[in-house]
């Protein structure tokens, strides 16, 4: 009961709550998450009910994509926080230090995981609405901020304990939670010197088309109907006509469309040459002959290189109608674009696995490859720019190579709208929030139909759409004027980048440790027999003869 009352609190406060509403939920679950793996006879069994019933919580919109992926992001997922539990129950003398530790590397480990990564719903994203409780990020990335959070929680069960039996003692608890408390604070106000020494000057006048429909059900249902041209000319709808009217009041720097907005796949070898052209229901013709000033489009589409096709970010100049660039997509969705571990599979399984992605996917089986880290984009009048691609906004790296390579600001083209207006939104523009922070950078955010968005660089949201649920009635425009970076990450990025792994690699050894520690308490023989044992004259001990 406490198990499921704890991951339920945990799930609640995640986005969409806000901050100050979501801090009482957050502390609450992870007190119970410390309480079990310290208090509980069953630490295991219930830390792996607190997990599933977490995950459950912040997971419940893939259940529109695909159920029995629900079922299995929760199954496993669930292992991750039993793994904590336990690390933190084989260390009873330094419990607190060991939880932080082991939840900020179990968060880690479950985002980083190879073939099955999942970065959604850690304990930072529920402070995206209030970016001055975030801007320890700034010092030390999520990892950071989740570890100090979660000592926070456990020094807080440590000072209830002390107040109701006096153990530990209360000076001490109340230390602990002082200093605990005095190090959250002093990290955000190091975080948030280092965000205001990378303050940018300039800014960059962009329109972002947010079409509101979900692609795949578009080509779907136009397949049923044996309609070919229903896609494009919802194309021409959506896409084409907007943009068309844009150019015709406004000159924005950026014209930007969202992930899978083009149906056409692009060589790279073509962009690369120079020959690439956008020729879609007379594209680059129409737009160029509405505008002919130094707007640039940049949109989604497929990439196809050496090793098989992407997605990707192309720029295109409107003036020629030439694709003078792209950005590929460095991280991919597990189960949407590619299928995990089909390579490690024997034949039966791994066909019967293909079979059940073919029909989830409607018989069109994910296999992109991920791309490579390339150089930023360009505006007209030369400020360079970065692209992430949908699941590259949940990891810092890719959006610190970006600016560490002179990027002033970030787009995200994203496909969100198989989410059906679910939690997960909110999530991904808490993941947003996060990047600004860590590389001191505005994002906008463009998507099909989920949230548009234009963050700073102090995490703080300003130009939204609002968030339509279901396919809209028009495509609708968010117009901003963003101010720009310094183009160069705060100080200590080694710091950020160096958190998680140690994180991870601590979780590691102490789970060596609690096998250790297991291994030694089975090997030891029951006090009692040892007590009843023969002493050196060969008589029990004690027995008085």
């Known amino acids: 009961m406490w198990a499921l009352l704890g991951g339920a609190a945990l799930g609640a406060a995640s986005p969409p709550l806000s901050t100050p509403l979501a801090l009482a939920p957050l502390l609450l679950g992870l007190m119970l998450w410390f309480t079990i793996a310290t208090a509980s006879p069953r630490p295991g069994r219930h830390a792996y009910l607190f997990g599933c019933a977490h995950m459950l919580w912040f997971s419940w919109s893939v259940r529109h994509f695909a ?31 060991v939880f932080a530790v082991a939840t900020a590397g179990s968060f880690w480990l479950r985002a980083g995981m190879p073939e099955i990564h999942y970065p959604h719903g850690q304990p930072c994203h529920s402070l995206w609405t209030l970016p001055v409780l975030l801007a320890p990020i700034t010092v030390g990335g999520e ?130 040459a120079g020959r690439a052209r956008l020729g879609l229901r007379g594209l680059d013709r129409r737009l160029r002959l509405v505008h002919a000033g130094p707007t640039r489009l940049v949109l989604g589409a497929e990439v196809e290189g050496d090793t098989g096709e992407t997605p990707a970010a192309c720029i295109v100049d409107l003036k020629r109608g030439q694709v003078l660039g792209y950005q590929q997509k ?100 808490a993941m947003t929030v996060c990047r600004a922070l860590e590389t001191a950078t505005p994002l906008v955010r463009c998507t099909q139909d989920g949230c548009s968005v234009v963050v700073g660089a102090d995490g703080r949201r300003r130009e939204q759409l609002p968030v339509v649920a279901g396919r809209q009635p028009a495509a609708r425009i968010l117009r901003a004027e963003v101010p720009l970076g310094a183009g160069q990450l705060p100080a200590m990025a080694w710091t950020r980048a160096a958190a998680g792994p140690l994180a991870g690699l601590g979780l590691g050894l102490l789970f060596l440790h609690s096998l250790v520690r297991r291994a030694r308490l089975r090997s030891a023989p029951p006090a009692f027999t040892a007590a009843a044992g023969p002493g050196p004259s060969g008589a029990a001990r004690g027995s008085g003869s």
Do not use: K
């Open 67 to 97: 159920f029995a992926g629900l079922c299995a992001i929760v199954l496993v997922g669930g292992l991750y926080y039993l793994l904590a539990a336990r690390v933190t129950r084989a260390a009873p003398r330094w419990q607190g230090t």
């Open 143 to 272: 990892a950071f901020v989740n570890a100090l959070l979660a000592a926070l929680a456990a020094t807080l069960v440590q000072l209830v304990r002390s107040w109701r039996t006096a153990v530990p003692a209360w000076g001490r608890s109340l230390r602990a939670v002082a200093i605990t408390v005095g190090i959250y604070v002093a990290s955000a106000v190091l975080g948030t010197l280092l965000q205001a020494a990378c303050a940018g000057e300039g800014s960059l006048r962009l329109a972002a088309i947010e079409p509101g429909f979900h692609p795949q059900d578009e080509w779907i249902e136009a397949q049923r109907r044996d309609d070919h041209d229903a896609w494009l000319r919802l194309f021409e709808e959506r896409y084409l006509v907007p943009s068309e009217r844009e150019l015709a009041v406004a000159a924005p720097d950026l014209l930007v469309w969202p992930e899978s907005s083009l149906p056409e796949v692009l060589r790279a070898r073509d962009i690369d």
């Open 330 to 429: 460095r991280v991919l969705v597990p189960a949407g674009e590619f299928v995990p571990f089909v390579g490690l599979m024997p034949a039966a399984l791994r066909s019967w696995l293909q079979t059940l992605a073919r029909q989830t996917f409607h018989q069109e089986l994910p296999a992109c490859v991920p791309g490579a880290e390339r150089p930023p984009l360009a505006a007209a009048d030369g400020t360079r720019f970065g692209t992430l691609l949908c699941y590259d906004n949940a990891y810092p790296a890719a959006a610190a190579a970006q600016v560490a390579a002179g990027a002033r600001l970030l787009l995200v083209l994203s496909n969100e709208s198989w989410f059906r207006g679910g939690n997960e939104l909110d999530q991904l523009v």
